[in-house]
Each structure stands twice: as structure tokens, then as C-alpha cells.
């Protein structure tokens, strides 16, 4: 058994660590899946999944490939609709969002619908899904992304998903319920949170091995930084084992 | 009502409640066998021109074998609930559509879809109208109760709300901005069903996604079924039924009708299949062979069904059904 491990590996265990027992997390295809299984099999046995289109509570021993795949209601306690899951969103039964896109601002603010001009633009990205959901109604959300300056900008060029929009206040201003809205950026380089006041993105804690200066290279534009910055411990020998030989069993991902 | 926001997208089809109710007041009510080839309901009911939408999506209960057949027979210009993987990518890989109102179109964990990208960026799409999920189903959902919208707390503040056909508006009670979606109703929907009678009575396992609102949101629908089962067993189950009768339009039993993608319960995904689309769909030419053989170079589902091989679906069966 290595200790080494992959990006993906790193970026798998940070986001499970964020889970914790007995709460709701809607969950997206991809890292968040890996994410809560290893949660489930470690510290969260009572983790609530909840899949967009009606699965919730699933035991994640089989890794779903689709948002809508049998592995995401697979002993759950109800299989529903979309409209039952995001009327749950909704009226605020839902703790944490994990959100990806392929540019996010200071404001935690995502995009995942077009590069360039929606009118004609130079890259078509698949949309919102349910992610503009997912950022409007879960009390935190949680984006996992690749940390370069081309995807951390000052401004993006759409907004698909609502972060703290332009600021304090400004979430509320539209009409979306308060006290809800990002809490954590993990990426391969570091975890951030969110300034209380500024609402602006806070440097928390640094991945194994990378400095203070490779995330602020990295990111384009102002990262506040928190008083005391810690280092992230790395993957343990236990989670790297069962994300290896339990959650990923079959290396859909890993 | 104050409109403090509308959204700048095409309304594309703007909603018409009072001639939906004069359609479905003169919708046969009739218990008549409804089945037919998926050749026939297509060419009956799938026009040049039509608003379509499929449910559930992409890799999942997938209406496959009728989008292969609305691509077989070249249906154009169409209008698209986008909400899809691989379904609708058949559809932009054949340049049939010609208006899109768009959630998502992408091939999940096989990332953004090239078919998408390339009718998208060349313009070939005239306009492509931005929703989020739970806007989109609301959209169905507020066609399913006739009305003309409903509320939403989705969208605000985001460019996903500029670049749609939705308005925000001071709620009347609160005084708070809401957002407004409008209802959606189709001319076609495709749905594909675990089990279903003759007469159409639908019946589904495990999620519902978004069928028991696109169905009812459908002028017209066309509807799939892994197996066709007897009135009887219907009616000893009523309770499972999602999808009466009187919404569909025809049926036909089709099993494997949502491959490469998953049936619960019945059988997983073709990994290797879905693999070899996301590779074709890299460029026009490979995109084109891969409708060549496996759409425009078979007569029907079921001799796509014998491409494929028999055994090779076999193996894709979960060993045992849901009692």
C-alpha cells in the first residue's frame, strides 16, 4: 500500500472530509460521487444523498456514472422525481451543494455555459444542469474545481450559478433565501473559504507540499488570506485504501 | 404584478393554455390498441418544425430507438427541450434542430458535448435559451396544471436568467422578487417505460426524473416499453401507474430501447458503446460513420438490436428482476 496518491485522489478525500453525518448533500456526477462514498464508509454512514432527478439516501457501494443511474437510489429510502428533490431544495432541507464549473470569481460565483459570448461563442459548455439549483438553494455549496488562472478570474464570462453575486447583500437582493450560499473551494492547490464581511475568497488552508505563493500564482485575481493558513494533512493510508479498493473498486475514475 | 426583470431569450414556444384544453377535450378517450413500429409513430406524428422533448435522459430510460427513428426519417428543424446526453446528441450530430431551450447538453462524466459545440459555434442553432433543472421541469410542471407559469426561486441574479425567456417580478404577497417560468407544452414527447398496456397505460421503476410532467405537458406522446403487458395487470396495479392511457398517442414494446444507456432493474449501461459514440462524436466524419451504421444503416430497432448482438445485450441484463 503507497501513500503516494493522484490529484484526483487529493481533491476525493478533501471534499469527503467536508461531509459530515447525518446531513443532506446534493450530490453531481463525477468527484462529489467518490466523495460521498468515501464519507459514507468512513466518518458518515448517515450522509443523505440526494440526486437530482429523485434519488435520496442512497448507500453508495456501486459508483453511479449518471445522475439519474440506479447506483443513486440503490437502498435508498425514496425514489422521487426532480420536482420532489428540487421542491426539497427549495424549502431549505438541503445542507450542502457540490458544484463544479470551468471558471469561478472572487465570488464564488460559476460558469458552465459558454466561453465567450453566449451569441456566438468561442466554447458551447453543457449548461446549468442543476446547478444554478443547487447554488441558489443549498445553505452551503461547495465547489471542487482545478486551480489555474484561467478558471479562478476576476470576472467570468457568464454567470450559470449564483455565488455571493457582486457582494454582501446581493444574493438577498435577488430574491434567493438568506444565509445561504458558498462556503468552500477545494482544488488540487488549496481549500478556500469566504470573507464573513467582503464575501470574497478567503485562502484557508494549503494542499500538501504547496506553498502560499503557488496558490496566489495560480489564482487570477485578489485571494484574501486568512490569519493563519494551515496545511492540509494528506490522504490517510485508510482513506486512500478504501477509495482504492471500496469506492473505486472497478477505476471508473481513480 | 411589477416586472422588475425579463429575461432576454426567445419564449419559443409561448404557452397557449386555452387551446391545450381544446386539444385534450377532443384527445380520444377511447380504449383503443394503440401499438404501432416505431416507423409509424414517427412519420404519423413527428413533424418538420415540431417542439420535442424526451424523458428521461441521455444514459438513463432513454427513448433511444424513437430518437433513432426521428434522425432515420430526418426530421428538421426541430425545436428541443435540451435536457440530454446522448439522445439529443443524435439529434445535433444529424443537424435537425433548429431552436434549443437549453439546461444541459453534455456527455456527464465523458465531459461537454462536440456535437453540441459544433451546431452551437457555427450558428447552425439560431438560438439557445438558458434554463436551470429545476426551471426546466417547472416548465413541464406548469403545463401539467395548465397554467400559464409558476414561481420559482431558481435563476435569480444569474446570467442564466438574462439569456432566458423568464421574468422577475415583485411578489404581490411579499412584496420579494420571484421568478416567474413559463409553461412549456410540446407537440411530441418521447418517453420510454418500463411496462405499459396496449391502450398506453404507462407504468415505471425506480426515479420518476421529470415523466409524470412531460407526459402531461405533451400534445402528443410517443411512448417505448420494455415489455407490454395485459390491461389486467394495470389494473391489479393502479397505483403504479404514472402515464394513463388517454395522453399517448402509440406504443410499442421495444426492450433495449434505451441502449447504450441504463434500464434499472432490467440492465446496466454499454460502457464500451457509449465510449465508442464519445469518440465518434470527436469529429463531422467519425460522427457521420457512427449514424451510418448504426441509424441511417439499419432498417429499424431491431435490426440495431442484431448489430449490437443478442449476446452481447444478454450480458448487460442484471441477473434478477425486481419481484
Known amino acids: 500500500m503507497t501513500t503516494d496518491y493522484n490529484p484526483s485522489e487529493l481533491l476525493i478525500c478533501t471534499a469527503a472530509r467536508l461531509m459530515p453525518d447525518n446531513t443532506t448533500a446534493f450530490i453531481g456526477t463525477g468527484i462529489p460521487m467518490l466523495a460521498a462514498s468515501l464519507a459514507q464508509k468512513m466518518h458518515a454512514p448517515n450522509l443523505v444523498t440526494v440526486f437530482e432527478f429523485g434519488g435520496t439516501g442512497a448507500i453508495i457501494d456501486e459508483l453511479p456514472t449518471a445522475v439519474g443511474g440506479q447506483n443513486t437510489f440503490h437502498r435508498a429510502v425514496a425514489a422521487s422525481g426532480i420536482c420532489d428533490i428540487m421542491e426539497t431544495a427549495h424549502r431549505g432541507f438541503i445542507a450542502y451543494g457540490f458544484l463544479g464549473g470551468a471558471q469561478i470569481d472572487p465570488y464564488g460565483n460559476l460558469n458552465s455555459t459558454v466561453i465567450g459570448d453566449h451569441r456566438h461563442p468561442k466554447v458551447r459548455l453543457p449548461g446549468s444542469g442543476g446547478s444554478n439549483d443547487v447554488g441558489s438553494h443549498c445553505w452551503q455549496t461547495i465547489a471542487i474545481m482545478r486551480h489555474d488562472k484561467r478558471r479562478f478570474m476576476e470576472k467570468i464570462d457568464f454567470i450559470t450559478t449564483p455565488g455571493y453575486l457582486s457582494g454582501p447583500g446581493s444574493r438577498e437582493a435577488a430574491g434567493l433565501g438568506p444565509g445561504s450560499g458558498p462556503y468552500r473551494v477545494v482544488t488540487n492547490l488549496a481549500v478556500m473559504g469566504y470573507h464573513p464581511q467582503s464575501k470574497r475568497m478567503l485562502l484557508l488552508a494549503t494542499q500538501p507540499g504547496v506553498s502560499v505563493a503557488q496558490v496566489l500564482e495560480n489564482t487570477g485575481f485578489e485571494l484574501l488570506l486568512a490569519e493563519q493558513i494551515e496545511e492540509n494533512p494528506p490522504p490517510s493510508q485508510e482513506e486512500l485504501r478504501i477509495l482504492r479498493e471500496e469506492v473505486d473498486r472497478d477505476k471508473l475514475y481513480i | ?323
Open chain 2, 1 to 323: 404584478m411589477e416586472v422588475i426583470q425579463s429575461g432576454i431569450g426567445e419564449l419559443i414556444r409561448p404557452p397557449d393554455l386555452n387551446a391545450f384544453r381544446e386539444w385534450n377535450r377532443h384527445k380520444s378517450k377511447t380504449l383503443v390498441d394503440k401499438r404501432m413500429s416505431e416507423a409509424e409513430a414517427v412519420s404519423r406524428f413527428v413533424h418538420d418544425g415540431d417542439y420535442l422533448g424526451t424523458e428521461l435522459y441521455g444514459t438513463v430510460r432513454c427513448p433511444m430507438s424513437l430518437v433513432n427513428e426521428v434522425v432515420r426519417q430526418g426530421k428538421k428543424d426541430l425545436l428541443i427541450a435540451g435536457q440530454g446526453v446522448l439522445e439529443l446528441d443524435m439529434l445535433l450530430a444529424a443537424s435537425l434542430v433548429k431552436k434549443l431551450d437549453i439546461t444541459y447538453i453534455g456527455l456527464e462524466v465523458y465531459g461537454v458535448s462536440n456535437c453540441l459545440r459544433r451546431e452551437v459555434e457555427s450558428g447552425r442553432i439560431e438560438t439557445c435559451v438558458e434554463w436551470s433543472n429545476a426551471a426546466f421541469a417547472g416548465r413541464f410542471k406548469a403545463a401539467a396544471m395548465g397554467v400559464p407559469f409558476i414561481p420559482l426561486r431558481s435563476m435569480l441574479g444569474t446570467d442564466t436568467l438574462k439569456y432566458s425567456s423568464a421574468k422577475v417580478v415583485k411578489d404581490p404577497f411579499t412584496g420579494d422578487p420571484i421568478c416567474l417560468i413559463p409553461a412549456l407544452i410540446l407537440d411530441v414527447g418521447l418517453i420510454h417505460v418500463h411496462r405499459a398496456d396496449k391502450y398506453g397505460n404507462c407504468q415505471v421503476d425506480g426515479i420518476s426524473g421529470f415523466a409524470a410532467e412531460m407526459a402531461r405537458a405533451s400534445k402528443t406522446l410517443i411512448v417505448s416499453t420494455e415489455e407490454i403487458i395485459d390491461e389486467e395487470d394495470i389494473r391489479n396495479n393502479p397505483d403504479r401507474t404514472i402515464i394513463p392511457y388517454y395522453l399517448v398517442d402509440a406504443v410499442m414494446e421495444a426492450p433495449f430501447a434505451s441502449h447504450p444507456g441504463e434500464m434499472c432493474y432490467v440492465h446496466r449501461r454499454d460502457e464500451d458503446q457509449i465510449r465508442e459514440w464519445v469518440k465518434a462524436a470527436e469529429t463531422p466524419e467519425t460522427t457521420r460513420a457512427y449514424l451510418d451504421k448504426y441509424i441511417y444503416g439499419v432498417r429499424d430497432h431491431r435490426e440495431y438490436l442484431e448489430l449490437i448482438g443478442k449476446e452481447h445485450l444478454e450480458s448487460l441484463r442484471y441477473p434478477r428482476r425486481k419481484p
